[in-house]
């Protein structure tokens, strides 16, 4: 597959507001959006380091994928986002070479990104996102 660079790294939080103390105020970041992405029951926020993202992810739902995470693993890294050009072939050349996959087609993510999940027990433990955005507006 064709991957660019990390796009950005997902970390799950209980409360982006209180989280976003951190990124500001000690590492001196700028979150520039909070956005809910509700069919995956999270609110998320973004800061941008270089050309990747730091994105916190918060449940707005304990059923919720992130409220799940957090209820047995705690805060902390959630997911790797790469950016590739052409998804799909990434997806198919993904589970031509057996890894099993969340996501069979691309579906929207935050920031209008076409996005879909590898399984981590095909990636060595990491919940690895392949992203591509498209609408260039
Ligand atoms: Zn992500």
Redesign the pocket.
């Known amino acids: 597959m064709n991957i660019t660079h990390i796009e950005?790294i997902?970390i799950a939080v209980k409360s982006i507001e209180e989280s976003i103390k951190y990124y500001e105020n000690i590492l001196g970041l700028k979150c520039y959006a909070v956005e809910e992405v509700k069919e995956q029951k999270v609110k998320t926020a973004f800061f941008m380091v270089g050309q990747t993202k730091i994105?916190l992810l918060e449940s707005t739902d304990s059923e919720g994928p992130i409220g799940k995470f957090i209820e047995k693993k705690g805060e902390g890294i959630h997911?790797l986002?790469f950016a590739v050009n052409g998804i799909e072939n990434a997806l198919t050349e993904s589970e031509n070479k057996g890894v099993q996959l969340i996501d069979k087609t691309p579906r929207k993510?935050a920031e209008g990104l076409d996005i879909a999940f590898l399984h981590p027990k095909s990636t060595g433990g990491v919940l690895t996102?392949l992203c591509e955005k498209r609408d260039k507006a």
């Open positions: 950005h997902g994105e997911h986002a993510g996102e």
